[in-house]
C-alpha cells in the first residue's frame, strides 16, 4: 500500500499541474521538478505518432536517476463547464507488483501464452509463459509498443495488424500461425485468440490474447497430409527408378534436407531374393535428393554401390527389421559422417550442421529391398519417436509400390523371353516375297501382350503370312500366343486354305477354353490373319477372323485395304470364316499388323488407318526403312498394345521358270511324262538332277493314273529347290507303308521320300496335289 498514493494532475494541454508524495517515491521527482513539465518529458520512451489516448495502460516512465520505470496508469478525466475535459487525474502503481488473488495467480501460472495490450499495442500484462516465450521479463516489456519489441518480420506485422483489429472493430480473432519465437530456437505453430478487454461502463481497455504452442498438433497434420500426398505421388507408374525418385520428393525438404534411396541389386534385377546378407551390406543408390540443388550432400554417385559397415544406421535398420535414428554426439553417427566426408571430401561443407538421421528399411510382402536414409542439417529439430513412426508407415507404402515394380518388371522381362523365344528370329528362305517386320512390346502397366506373326513356306513356292494378336497382357497372354503360333504352323504343314485353317484354330481355342480353369478363359481370345501368296498364279488368298483386313500398295504407289470379311475372333465357335481371293501384280507390298498400330483410347480408327495408307506410299529405299516410316508416322506416342507389323513385297516366277503338262490317264503316258520332264531339265541346265527327277515323276505320275482319278497334271518348278507336282482328281492322300520282303509294290513313296529333300501332299478344290522337292545342284565353274 505504500504508493496507494501515487497521483498526479495533468491540464488539457499535457502539463502536469499536481504532484503527491506517492509519485515522488515512484519516480524521484520532488514536486517543485514535476508541477509544470509537460508529462511527455518524463516517458522514457517517444509515444508512436497517431496514437490514439487511453483510460488505462502501463508506460515506461524515467526515473530521476536515469533508470526506466514500468508502471500502470488510470486516468480519470476531470470535466470543465462546458462538458469537455479540462485535465486528468492520473494514479499510479508499480506495473511489477505481485497479485495476490486467485485470477492472478491463474494468469501468471497459465500453461499458455497470455498477455494484455491497452489500445495502443503497448504491453500491459504477461504470464510467466508469455516471458519465457520472449526470453525477457516482464519488466522489461509493459509500457513498450509491441513493434518495438520484436524483428520487423511479416508475422510479426501480421500479429500487430490482429491486435489493431480488435481495437477497431472490437471483436474477437482466432487465427493460426507458424513461426519462431524470440526465446525458442525453432519454429512454433500458435492458435491464436484475442479478445477485447472493456471496464465497467463498456469502454475498451486493451487486448488480451492467449497463444497455445500447437507444434505437435501442426507437425502430427503435416505428416498425415505427407502420408495423404504419398499414397497418391507414390507408385503412379510401374518404373522402379521413377518410384523411388517419388518417394525422394515427398520426404525433401518437408521432412529432411537431403534422402537418398539404396536398394539390393538383385531388386534392380529380374532375380529372386538371395539368401539374408551379412553384417556388411552392399546396396546400390537408386534415387537421393536434397533441400540445396544438386545435391551436394551426397557421398554416392546415382548407380553406385554403397558398402555398408555392420556398425551403421542402414547396415542396422536392413538387420534388425525396424527404423534406426541417430543424433550428433553419437559414436555411430559421427563414424558414420566421417565415412560419408572420407569417401567424398568436397561435399563435407555441406554435410557440417548434419545433426540427426534415421534409417527406415524398406520393407514389402516380407522382404528386405532396401533402405531410405533421411538427414537433418538446416532444420532444427532432431528426428523423434513421432517421425519414426511416420517414415515406417511411409516407407512400407513406397516399398509395396516399390515391389509391384519389380515384380511387373520381372514379369514383363520373362514374358518377353518367352516371346522373343517364340517369334521367328531367322525368317525362312523363300523366293516368293521380301520381308521385313517389326515388333514393339508395350510399355505400359499392363504388361506385354500376345501379339505374334510368322512367315511359313509352303510347298509350290508358295508362302504364308500371318499375324495374331491374343487378348489381355502378360506371361499368361505370351503363353497363350506360344500356343496358337506353332498350332497355325502345324495346320500350315497340312497346308489347309487360310478359312479351312481358322476353322480348326477357332476349334483349338475353344477346346483350351474348354479345358482351362475359369480364370483363364478370357486369355485364349485372340485375332488372326492368315494369308497365302503362290508366285505361280500371282494370287493372294486371305482369310480373317476378327483381325484388322491387311493394307495392300501396288506397284503405281496406290495404297487399299483389301477388301475382306473379318469373320468372328478365335474363341467364338460355330461360325464360318470365308476367304477373299485376288490377283496381285509383282512387286506390290502387303501389310499386315496389329490393332496396337491403328488403335488407341481417343483415336479414331478409320483416320490411323489412312494414315497407314499414306505412310505405306511414301518413298523408302528398303522394306526396313519402310517399317521406320509407317511406325513414325503411325504408331501412338505411348501405346497401349504390342505392335507386330509385317510387311512383305511380291515377286513372281515366271513362266521361264514353270513347265505344266497334261497326263492322259493312260500307264503308257507315263514314259512320255518323263520324258518331257528330262527335256525341261536339259533346257534349264540342270541334267544333274535328272535321275532323281526321272524317277519321282515316274512314281507320281503312275501313282495317279493307277490310284487317281482324271484329270492328271504334271508341274516343274525351278525356285530355290526344284519342285514337281503331280495333281489328280482323287482327294485320297498317299501315306508311307513298311513293306515286306516279298512284296511287289508299295516302295514307290518310300523312294520318293528318301531321294528328295521333302515331300508331301495338298488338298485342292479339284482334288489334290502331291509334290517332292529336291536341292538344285551347284552351278558349274
Given amino acids: 500500500m505504500e504508493h496507494a498514493s501515487a497521483v498526479a494532475v495533468i491540464d488539457a494541454r499535457g502539463i502536469v499541474t499536481g504532484w503527491s508524495e506517492g509519485a515522488r517515491r515512484l519516480t524521484g521527482y520532488p514536486a517543485e521538478e514535476a508541477v509544470g513539465r509537460a508529462v511527455r518529458d518524463l516517458l522514457a520512451e517517444d509515444v508512436p505518432p497517431g496514437t490514439p489516448p ?58 499458455v501464452s497470455m498477455s494484455v495490450f491497452d489500445t495502443r499495442q503497448c504491453y500491459l500484462r504477461l504470464n510467466e509463459e508469455a516471458c519465457r516465450v520472449m526470453g525477457v521479463s516482464e519488466e522489461t516489456l509493459l509500457g513498450r509498443h509491441f513493434p518495438r ?28 500461425s507458424f513461426t519462431d519465437a524470440p526465446a525458442l530456437n525453432r519454429e512454433h505453430a500458435w492458435s491464436v485468440e484475442m479478445w477485447p478487454v472493456r471496464g465497467a461502463s463498456g469502454e475498451l481497455l486493451g487486448t488480451a490474447l492467449a497463444a ?51 536398394l539390393l541389386d538383385w531388386v534392380l534385377g529380374t532375380e529372386e531374393p538371395p539368401p ?29 554401390p554403397d558398402v555398408h559397415p555392420p556398425y551403421s544406421a542402414p547396415a542396422r535398420a536392413m538387420r534388425e527389421g525396424r527404423v534406426i535414428l541417430g543424433q550428433a554426439g553419437e559414436p555411430a553417427f559421427m563414424r558414420w559422417v566421417a565415412d560419408r566426408d572420407a569417401r567424398a571430401p568436397q561435399g563435407r561443407p555441406h554435410r557440417r550442421g548434419a545433426h540427426s538421421m534415421m534409417a527406415v528399411p524398406l520393407r514389402a510382402r516380407g522382404t ?30 513406397a516399398a509395396v509400390c516399390i515391389d509391384n515394380a519389380r515384380r511387373f518388371a520381372r514379369e514383363r522381362s520373362t514374358a518377353l523371353a518367352l516371346q522373343h523365344s517364340l517369334l521367328p528370329r531367322d525368317l525362312p528362305g523363300q523366293a516368293a516375297v521380301e520381308v521385313a517386320h517389326r515388333y514393339l512390346p508395350t510399355a505400359s502397366a499392363a504388361g506385354i501382350g500376345g501379339d505374334w506373326f510368322d512367315v511359313i513356306p509352303l510347298s509350290g513356292s508358295r508362302v504364308a503370312l500371318v499375324v495374331g494378336d491374343v487378348v489381355g497382357h502378360g506371361i499368361p497372354s505370351s503363353a497363350t500366343m506360344g500356343r496358337l503360333c506353332t498350332a497355325v504352323r502345324t495346320l500350315a504343314d497340312v497346308d489347309l486354305p487360310p478359312d479351312e ?19 483363364e478363359v478370357p486369355e485364349l481370345g485372340a485375332t488372326c490373319l492368315y494369308a497365302v501368296y503362290d508366285p505361280v498364279s500371282r494370287r493372294l488368298t486371305t482369310a480373317a477372323a476378327g483381325h484388322p483386313a491387311p493394307a495392300l500398295v501396288l506397284p503405281d504407289g496406290t495404297a487399299r485395304l483389301v477388301p475382306l470379311l473379318a469373320g468372328p475372333p478365335l474363341g467364338v465357335g460355330g461360325l464360318p470364316f470365308e476367304a477373299t481371293d485376288l490377283r496381285v501384280p509383282e512387286g506390290s507390298v502387303i501389310a499386315l499388323y496389329t490393332d496396337g498400330l491403328v488403335e488407341d483410347r481417343g483415336r479414331d480408327v478409320d483416320h490411323a488407318t489412312d494414315e497407314l495408307c499414306r505412310a505405306l506410299t511414301a518413298p523408302a529405299d528398303s522394306l526396313d526403312a519402310l517399317c521406320d516410316t509407317v511406325l513414325k508416322a503411325v504408331l501412338p506416342e505411348e501405346p497401349d498394345d504390342d505392335v507386330a507389323l509385317l510387311l512383305a513385297r511380291t515377286r513372281a516366277l515366271g513362266a521361264d521358270r514353270v513347265a505344266t503338262w497334261d497326263v492322259p490317264s493312260d500307264p503308257a503316258e507315263v514314259a512320255t511324262a518323263r520324258q518331257a520332264a528330262m527335256e525341261q531339265l536339259s533346257a534349264w541346265g540342270l541334267d544333274e538332277a535328272a535321275f532323281v527327277t526321272e524317277l519321282v515323276v515316274s512314281e507320281l505320275v503312275t501313282n495317279a493314273i493307277r490310284y487317281g482319278a482324271p484329270p492328271v497334271q504334271l508341274r516343274l518348278i525351278r525356285d530355290r529347290t526344284l519342285i514337281c507336282e503331280v495333281s489328280d482328281g482323287s482327294s485320297t492322300s498317299p501315306h508311307l507303308r513298311r513293306t515286306h520282303a516279298f512284296d511287289e509294290g508299295g516302295r514307290g513313296l518310300l523312294l520318293v521320300a528318301q531321294l528328295t529333300q521333302r515331300w508331301g501332299s495338298r488338298q485342292t478344290t479339284g482334288g489334290k496335289t502331291i509334290w517332292a522337292e529336291q536341292p538344285l545342284p551347284p552351278p558349274l565353274a
Fill in 149 to 176: 519489441t520484436v524483428e520487423d518480420a511479416e508475422h510479426n506485422r501480421g500479429f500487430d495488424r490482429h491486435l489493431r483489429h480488435v481495437v477497431e472493430t472490437g471483436r474477437p480473432v482466432r487465427y493460426e
Fill in 276 to 304: 539374408v546378407p551379412g553384417a556388411e551390406v552392399v546396396l546400390r543408390r537408386v534415387a537421393h535428393g536434397s533441400a540445396t540443388e544438386g545435391t551436394p550432400e551426397a557421398a554416392v554417385r546415382l548407380g553406385e
Fill in 368 to 397: 528386405t529391398l532396401g533402405v531410405v536414409v533421411a538427414v537433418r542439417i538446416g532444420q532444427p529439430d532432431d528426428y523423434g519417436e513421432d517421425d519414426a513412426v511416420f517414415a515406417e508407415e511411409l516407407a512400407s507404402r
Fill in 501 to 519: 485353317l481358322l476353322t480348326h484354330l477357332d476349334d483349338l481355342v475353344t477346346h483350351l477354353a474348354t479345358d482351362d480353369s475359369a480364370d
Fill in 212 to 262: 497455445f504452442d500447437s507444434t505437435e498438433q501442426y507437425w502430427a497434420r503435416q505428416r498425415l497430409a505427407l502420408l495423404d500426398e504419398a499414397a497418391a505421388g507414390i507408385g503412379t507408374t510401374l518404373d522402379l527408378v521413377r518410384t523411388t525418385e517419388e518417394l525422394v520428393r515427398i520426404l525433401v525438404p518437408r521432412f529432411a534436407d537431403f534422402a537418398g534411396v539404396d
Fill in 54 to 111: 487511453a483510460t488505462a495502460g502501463a508506460v515506461r516512465v524515467r526515473h530521476r536517476d536515469g533508470s526506466p520505470v514500468a508502471l500502470r496508469l488510470r486516468a480519470s478525466a476531470v470535466t470543465g463547464g462546458a462538458g469537455r475535459p479540462d485535465g486528468y487525474v492520473v494514479t499510479a502503481e508499480p506495473a511489477g507488483e505481485a497479485e495476490e488473488s486467485l485470477a492472478g495467480r491463474a494468469f501468471q501460472q497459465a500453461s
